[in-house]
C-alpha cells in the first residue's frame, strides 16, 4: 500500500466549472490546455478563477462557476 499523501489543495476550493455554451472552449490555465466541451461540467480548483480567460468567460456568461459539494462516502 503507497503511504499517504498530504493534498496540495484544499478540498473545500475545488469548483463545479460548466460550459453552458454551444461551443467547446480551450482552457489555457496554469497547468496546461484544457478541453471544455459545450454543456460539459468540470472541476477545478479555486485558483482557475485567477486565470484571465476564465474570469472573461464567467463575465460573458459563456461559462458558469459553482462551488462543488462533496458527499461524504460510507464506510464499506
Same mark, same amino acid.
Given at each position: 500500500?503507497?503511504?499517504?499523501?498530504?493534498?496540495?489543495?484544499?478540498?473545500?476550493?475545488?469548483?463545479?466549472?460548466?460550459?453552458?455554451?454551444?461551443?467547446?472552449?480551450?482552457?489555457?490555465?496554469?497547468?496546461?490546455?484544457?478541453?471544455?466541451?459545450?454543456?460539459?461540467?468540470?472541476?477545478?480548483?479555486?485558483? +482557475?478563477?485567477?486565470?484571465?480567460?476564465?474570469? +472573461?468567460?464567467?463575465?460573458?456568461?459563456?461559462?458558469?462557476?459553482?462551488?462543488?459539494?462533496?458527499?461524504?462516502?460510507?464506510?464499506?
Amino acid at each position: 500500500m503507497a503511504p499517504k499523501q498530504p493534498y496540495t489543495w484544499n478540498p473545500s476550493d475545488v469548483i463545479e466549472v460548466t460550459n453552458v455554451s454551444g461551443e467547446n472552449i480551450l482552457l489555457e490555465l496554469d497547468s496546461g490546455r484544457l478541453r471544455l466541451d459545450a454543456g460539459r461540467t468540470l472541476r477545478l480548483t479555486e485558483c +482557475a478563477l485567477h486565470v484571465p480567460q476564465v474570469t +472573461a468567460l464567467v463575465n460573458t456568461g459563456q461559462i458558469k462557476m459553482q462551488p462543488f459539494k462533496w458527499k461524504r462516502r460510507r464506510p464499506a
